[in-house]
């Protein structure tokens, strides 16, 4: 325990509740705490709750305290639960220290959304006990399903300026691609993550991030990657129509209407789709408000997919900013498989496992 941590349960409870005894400092009246020797005994680190406090002195080095002198000596996989108020959480600050730590291969268990110690509402809350002990058990178990493999993933939406100032976009979050790649990595798979304007960031060393801004930069990158890749999937909210003409000066205000031609944007995944070669997998995904079903096999015919993840907005807890989605996967093969409502990490789990199962069962 930090000193901090002490103020708020103290660490007699903590002792008698796990029948170990908890240490604070380096030192203490029993003499020296072999922080050494606590570092190389563990499968795993789980810091939980992190602070803002502890996060910045895990990202900078300061060890002033049993845990930071600890973590320092770790050889393990390192876990860390952020938990503080919405404003410190999104600070420029903690976000560096967050991406410092993920650069060094510490892994980032999702905080959650919902009312915080101050009363506000946002992100911020460490996850829920039973989502920490999940994220370690699905560590784990993991398999390196796909070591040696190379993957590529389109994730978040497009912007299409109007002008400098003004743009097309939707509200995409890039939760689920995001989510997608750290799965497929966390397999043992390199992935091109090609991410569109988010404030995510992805969290493994094997994701190489390319961040794009409009369908036609998204366009580019995915030609560029798709083939040396063994396999990819479009989850990114790729803009149809983007304004014809764009202006180099912000447009002012009129009176009256105003009118923007649009023109349509290239069909990423159905580009892709003509350019898959043998042994590629394609993976689509449709969002859809109607008729969800039938739309969604009509787009796996066209862009050639091997599957699609079908979202419906009608669904609650799906779709775009949430955590959650519920999805069900349809493949050419004809065969449908439709999940629960759960973590976007969960769902991304239940689509690497489908790409898993196509890859065993197609022809050799």
């Avoid at 569109?196 to 560029?224: C, D, W, Y």
């Avoid at 999937?233 to 009176?255: E, G, L, N, Q, T």
């Amino acid at each position: 325990m930090t000193s901090s941590a002490s103020g708020f349960i103290t660490p007699l409870t903590l002792s008698t509740l796990s029948k170990h005894p908890v240490h604070s400092d380096v030192s203490s009246d029993a003499g020296w705490n072999n922080h050494v020797e606590m570092g190389l005994w563990a499968d795993a680190m789980l810091i939980a709750p992190a602070t803002a406090n502890t996060l910045a002195k895990l990202a900078h080095g300061l060890c002033d305290n049993m845990v930071a002198a600890t973590y320092l000596s770790a050889r393990c996989p390192v876990f860390v639960a952020p938990a503080m108020d919405v404003d410190m959480w999104h600070h420029p600050s903690t976000q560096s220290n967050i991406k410092q730590l993920i650069s060094f291969g510490n892994r980032v268990i999702p905080v959650g959304k919902g009312e915080l110690a101050s009363g506000l509402v946002g992100e911020g809350r460490m996850a829920e006990p039973e989502d920490i002990v999940r994220y370690l058990s699905d560590f784990f178990a993991k398999k390196q399903d796909f070591s040696l493999q190379t993957f590529m993933v389109t994730a978040g939406p497009t912007f299409e300026p109007i002008d400098p100032v003004r743009f097309i976009g939707n509200h995409s979050s890039g939760k689920m691609g995001v989510a997608i790649a750290e799965e497929l990595a966390e397999r043992g798979a390199k992935v091109h993550l090609v991410l569109g304007p988010s404030r995510l960031q992805p969290s493994h060393p094997n994701i190489v991030l390319h961040s794009v801004m409009t369908a036609e930069e998204m366009f580019q990158a995915a030609t560029k990657h798709f083939p040396d890749c063994d396999g990819a999937i479009m989850a990114a909210a790729v803009a149809d129509y983007r304004p014809k003409d764009v202006s180099d000066i912000k447009i002012k205000k009129k009176d009256g209407d105003m009118s923007i031609e649009l023109a349509r944007t290239k069909d990423i995944a159905a580009h892709l789709g003509q350019m898959k070669k043998n042994g590629q997998i394609l993976v689509g995904f449709a969002l859809e408000t109607n008729n969800e079903m039938e739309n969604a096999q009509k787009k796996l015919t066209k862009k050639n997919f091997d599957f699609i993840v079908l979202n419906s907005l009608n669904d609650k807890g799906a779709g775009f900013n949430h955590n959650t989605n519920k999805i069900t996967i349809v493949r050419k093969d004809n065969i449908i498989r439709k999940f629960e409502l759960k973590s976007k990490k969960a769902a991304a789990g239940d689509i690497a496992n489908e790409i898993v199962d196509i890859s065993d069962n197609s022809p050799s």
